[in-house]
């Protein structure tokens, strides 16, 4: 006998959840969402909350599709890209408005619409927006914007329960949830389907290690340990894209378990390897890629050389404002970082120098190595040109007056990608491709989107395949107690 009953069970209440849940209302079903943590939000609460329009679809899905190396089927592609064309007025259908996202200028050059422009189908990604709120930490006001739809449709959720099982009968397919609540498990009857939107593993060390070849501090939501992944892989569930994440740098302190993210007000900076040598376009790199940069490993002693790495700049760059995001994220709850840097020097957790030696010094490189590579910076500067790593020439702004300070930086993770795979209408895919029948998916668990990530895909995603989900869902025939 069941604990609760509804049409449709919602594994995670965040974004994806959300849209899943209001789309299977407005569908006529009945919605139950179980959640994990003690008030929901998921990572979309902590995100940019930023979402792109396509013009050209069609080109769109070519880009999309070539960034995905050919690992997501054509129609999943063209799926997302028509029903996120749709994205802003669902959004202003209930009440939310929107407004543009610049790209630009940024130290200070415009940059590109499609973070990739060189990829084929690149003139079909048009410009980004976000819904618009009290401040700039948009998935915020992205959150409160479905929050509040959620309530007003009156759908029941339980907090701090999360799933342990799914459900399963025979020739019928999934059936519910068994979910921990309180001191006791409870059995949530799921009459037409199960819609797991459960986020992915952010904060589960040893799957980083398995899955993604190395282990990264989560900038996100700590309720994501891959619990979707395990569900649905008890029941036969196909895995894909299980190497992908959307990662960045960012500073690891001991005062918090999750990190802070790094970010540059101005160009006057570089990041230098264990060796005191640089190895990207600091600047230039998308953010989410960082992976790409951070993932070498010395062949002779197996060791990361970049992990972790250092950031290096000077009295100018530090009094042009906070090197570090702290309204967004899990840190934006308990920490906002001083505008002038000052603060986090006092706390040692900037290192502050009057010489490149003593500098050299405090992070452990070589000081005549770290030297070298700012003499060789500072004449690119005066150069205008970078031949190793391609620096824009307006980014190149020379590194010159004391104090000088250093940063340690350590590979974060904003989200992963991998999960159960799906198909076009949200369903999740056994092993051997077939859809486990009653069983969907939207959100990171599982995304769409491979190891090219291209930013502001995921919320994107999340409401897309949530309105799949939900709709799809709730079309499912009852089954009858």
């Not at 007056?401 to 159960?420: D, H, I, K, S, W």
Request: net charge neutral; aromatic share 8%; charged share 20%.
């Amino acid at each position: 006998m069941a604990d609760h009953e509804s049409d449709v069970v919602i594994v995670g209440y965040g974004g994806a959840g959300a849209a899943a849940a209001l789309a299977a209302v407005y569908a006529g079903a009945k919605v139950l969402i179980l959640e994990k943590t003690p008030e929901g939000g998921g990572n979309t609460k902590y995100s940019g909350g930023v979402m792109r329009t396509y013009p050209d679809p069609n080109k769109a899905a070519d880009h999309i599709e070539t960034l995905c190396d050919g690992t997501t089927e054509r129609d999943v592609v063209e799926a997302f890209v028509r029903e996120g064309n749709r994205n802003s007025e669902w959004v202003k259908g209930m009440g939310g408005e929107i407004i543009p996202v610049s790209t630009g200028p940024r130290f200070p050059y415009a940059l590109p619409l499609a973070t990739f422009p060189s990829i084929r189908g690149a003139e079909g990604i048009g410009p980004r927006w976000r819904v618009k709120g009290a401040g700039e930490a948009a998935g915020i006001d992205l959150w409160v914007l479905l929050s509040r739809k959620v309530a007003e449709a009156k759908i029941k959720i339980l907090y701090s329960s999360p799933a342990k099982k799914l459900l399963v009968e025979k020739g019928v397919g999934v059936t519910g949830v068994v979910a921990a609540s309180g001191d006791k498990d409870v059995k949530v009857r799921a009459k037409r389907g199960v819609i797991l939107t459960c986020g992915g593993f952010e904060y589960d060390t040893c799957m980083h290690l398995n899955y993604l070849g190395q282990s990264y501090y989560g900038i996100c939501n700590p309720g994501n340990t891959g619990d979707g992944i395990r569900l649905a892989g008890e029941i036969g569930a196909d895995l894909w894209h299980m190497n992908a994440a959307a990662s960045t740098l960012g500073y690891k302190f001991p005062e918090f378990e999750f990190a802070i993210r790094h970010s540059m007000p101005y160009a006057g900076f570089i990041y230098v390897d264990q060796t005191g040598k640089r190895f990207m376009d600091e600047p230039g790199t998308e953010t989410h890629m960082s992976w790409a940069t951070i993932s070498r490993i010395d062949t002779k002693t197996l060791e990361r050389i970049r992990v972790p790495s250092y950031l290096i700049f000077d009295e100018d760059t530090r009094m042009r404002g906070a090197v570090a995001t702290t309204n967004r994220g899990k840190v934006s709850d308990v920490y906002q970082w001083s505008e002038d840097n000052g603060v986090e020097i006092r706390k040692g957790w900037i290192k502050a120098a009057e010489s490149i030696a003593d500098l050299a010094y405090q992070i452990k490189i070589r000081s005549d190595c770290l030297q070298r590579t700012l003499s060789e910076y500072n004449l690119q500067c005066v150069a205008g040109y970078d031949p190793e790593h391609g620096r824009s020439p307006h980014t190149l702004v020379p590194i010159g007056r004391a104090p000088y300070y250093a940063m340690e930086l350590q590979p974060c993770v904003f989200n992963t990608q991998g999960g159960p795979k799906r198909n076009s209408r949200a369903q999740v895919l056994d092993v051997w491709g077939n859809p486990i029948p009653r069983l969907y998916s939207a959100g990171e668990l599982g995304s769409l989107w491979n190891r090219n990530y291209p930013g502001a895909g995921n919320v994107s995603e999340a409401l897309v395949f949530g309105r799949i989900a939900g709709k799809n869902a709730a079309g499912e025939q009852s089954v009858i107690a």
